[in-house]
């Protein structure tokens, strides 16, 4: 499948894709993507991955869930090789709503002001997921 | 302004090196060498952290679970000038299983008093000025500032909004520590310029419905006890400049005592946006003195405003008196077990708030057209329960005004307080 783009000719395109060919061989699929003038390639394997992400529960966020300390999601989506790719799948926003929310609908009021991190790591937002990664979701807080 | 601390003694530091006539060179006096000999032993911190410690000053906010074994250790460690705030709570015997430097003697006595009496007994020696007015958003700057190290061992988001904005206006290091339950959170805030502020990782207030505090959902003592000692540690390397030392910056340590585990989690450095350190987009954001923001209506913020229950139909407590009515009725006491194991009223049954909408049904066919009467520890979840029998079709429930509360006040004053 060749998309055309603007900023990279139909050959070199292909010659691309080629190499990429070699690189990972048949069983996998390939799509090329531009971001603004850089190319960056995916490689989606034919039979899509699924990883498990683990999600730990802090305090109140813990109290919620029912004194869980942590959840794992199985996720499905395409792989890449290219960390800078980004997946909306992936989106802190496609996580919980699409994945949290649904088996903890409970965390909805407290979600928004709890620091996220992924694996120990202060992140605002979760834009690559591997399998085994950690996320925690932590609130604040106040006792004393 | 006039500091709101009136005339605080002058740091004077511990005495330097003397000669004394029989030959003897000693940096310190004898007491002063023997009682802080042992972290002076340490290779990193010697006479000259002694010194530096000496004359620093810390200000402990707070002198609950986490203020009592904070000051407790930094008053023994010889910090130079310590202050005391705590908004003028009297000692609770509540309080006492966490709070170790208060004593049964002094329950019903002011905390700061009763707090610096401990340190004093452990450190004769120490320089200690106590304030019971607690930390306000209008005297925010002027009570931190004659310090040099800031201690956050409040208990409510307010205070911490307040402090942290303060020490951020200031660039004042802030050792911030909480606790509740089995759980407790340490970070050190604004102690450079790339340490973010307490805003910068929690912008927004949580919603008051999911602030605990450690009078409802209760709290393991030593668990405050970890944090406020870990704070104490964070304190004094900041304050002896401990070499080699690396401060709990841009981290947060994550204290779980249930399962014993303990996770640093790496935070973000300075918000370039934060309204307290940063620069906000919109200038007029920027919060530059503490005493200008509104803090009330900033941590209600997230708050769904309940319609206002009226108390009509409403029982006042005196109704229980009448025993028939309770024998005719199908009488329900919603707090959380725990609670209810510790007291209840006769004749009452436990049905947990959060287990009620799996017992609507069996409640509605046990209860005829018998009278139901709820109850719980202040009056608020039992008139959640009644709406919430209403939504469910079982018309003849009501509550007692003030719960249990107003049951010791207004009838029984035998019913226990906890």
Request: proline share 5%; hydrophobic share 35%.
């Amino acid at each position: 499948m060749i998309t055309p783009s603007p900023i990279c000719s139909r050959s070199i395109h292909i010659e691309i894709l080629l190499i990429v060919k070699q690189c990972f061989g048949n069983e996998v699929g390939y799509s090329l993507l531009y971001f603004n003038d850089e190319i960056e390639f995916c490689v989606q394997r034919s039979d899509e991955m699924t990883m498990i992400v683990k999600v730990l529960f802090f305090a109140k966020a813990k109290e919620l869930c029912g004194g869980v300390t942590s959840s794992s999601f199985e996720l499905t989506g395409p792989t890449t090789t290219c960390a800078t790719l980004f997946f909306p799948a992936f989106s802190k926003e496609a996580l919980v709503n699409e994945h949290i929310l649904k088996r903890f609908p409970q965390l909805e009021s407290i979600i928004p002001i709890c620091v996220l991190s992924l694996n120990l790591e202060y992140v605002e937002d979760v834009r690559e997921l591997s399998d085994g990664d950690e996320i925690a979701l932590i609130p604040p807080i106040s006792g004393g | 302004m006039k500091s709101p601390w009136g005339e605080l003694q002058e740091l004077k530091g511990a005495s330097t090196a003397q000669e004394e006539e029989n030959g003897v060179r000693q940096a310190f006096s004898n007491d002063v060498l023997e009682r802080y000999s042992r972290q002076m032993l340490l290779l990193r911190f010697g006479v000259e952290g002694q010194k530096r410690l000496s004359q620093k000053s810390v200000l402990v906010i707070g002198a609950g679970g986490l203020g009592c074994p904070a000051a407790m250790y930094l008053a023994s460690a010889g910090v130079g000038r310590l202050g005391l705030l705590d908004r003028g709570d009297s000692v609770d015997r509540s309080n006492l299983h966490r709070q170790i430097g208060h004593t049964d003697a002094s329950v019903g006595a002011d905390k700061c008093l009763s707090l610096r009496d401990s340190l004093m007994r452990i450190n004769p020696g120490s320089s200690i000025c106590t304030l019971s007015t607690g930390i306000t958003a209008k005297f925010a700057l002027q009570l931190i500032l004659p310090f040099d190290i800031v201690l956050d061992c409040t208990d409510n988001v307010e205070s911490r909004y307040i402090i942290s904005d303060a020490c951020a206006a200031l660039r004042k290091p802030l050792v911030s520590g909480s606790a509740i339950g089995f759980e407790g959170q340490l970070s050190v805030y604004c102690d450079s310029e790339e340490s973010p502020c307490y805003r910068c990782i929690f912008p927004s207030p949580p919603p008051p419905d999911c602030v605990g505090s450690c009078d409802t959902a209760g709290v393991l003592g030593p668990v405050p006890g970890v944090i406020g000692t870990m704070q104490a540690v964070e304190a004094l390397k900041l304050a002896a400049e401990i070499e080699g030392a690396e401060v709990c910056s841009r981290r947060m340590v994550l204290y779980d005592g249930l399962s014993c585990e303990t996770r640093v989690i790496r935070l973000r450095s300075r918000s370039k946006t934060c309204r307290a350190c940063g620069n906000p987009e919109d200038s007029s954001q920027r919060i530059v003195n503490p005493a200008e923001f509104d803090y009330g209506s900033f941590t209600l913020a997230g708050s769904c405003a309940t319609p206002q229950s009226t108390d009509q139909g409403r029982l006042r407590a005196t109704a229980l008196l009448d025993k028939g009515r309770l024998k005719d009725a199908l009488c329900i006491d919603v707090r959380p077990k725990e609670q209810f194991d510790m007291c209840s009223i006769g004749g009452f049954q436990n049905i947990p708030i959060t287990k009620l909408s799996k017992e609507l049904i069996t409640i509605q066919n046990r209860v005829g057209d018998k009278e139901i009467i709820l109850i719980c520890r202040r009056g608020v979840d039992s008139a959640t329960a009644v709406s919430m029998m209403r939504k469910a079709g079982i018309e003849n429930a009501t509550d007692v005004i003030g719960g249990l509360d107003a049951w010791r006040q207004e009838c029984n004053p035998e019913f226990p307080t906890y």
